[in-house]
């Protein structure tokens, strides 16, 4: 009997990537954790634009607001730290 190994990590990585591409042709943003670089009502937000934003949710998450755009360099090392540069 063969058995079969899966790389989860992998799956994981592509669902993400479609669920992003997904998004973003529907013309929603794509929203990045910080994982732990920004307050706990915070995240990134990736536009299909190509901006990225860092928002603030409200208290219920409900809705956020823009704190403020990235630069291009910052953008690039975002899609750098995440793997999202070829996505």
Request: aromatic residues 12%.
């Amino acid at each position: 009997m063969q058995t079969l190994t899966y790389n989860f990590d992998k799956r994981i990585e592509q669902s993400i990537m479609m669920l992003r591409q997904q998004k973003h042709l529907a013309g929603f943003p794509f929203m990045i954790e910080g994982k732990g670089e920004l307050s706990l009502n915070q995240a990134y937000m990736e536009y299909p634009d190509g901006h990225i934003e860092i928002v603030e949710f409200s208290n219920d998450f409900r809705d956020y607001s823009s704190v403020r755009k990235l630069s291009n360099t910052e953008i690039a090392i975002i899609r750098s730290k995440y793997h999202l540069e070829n996505a």
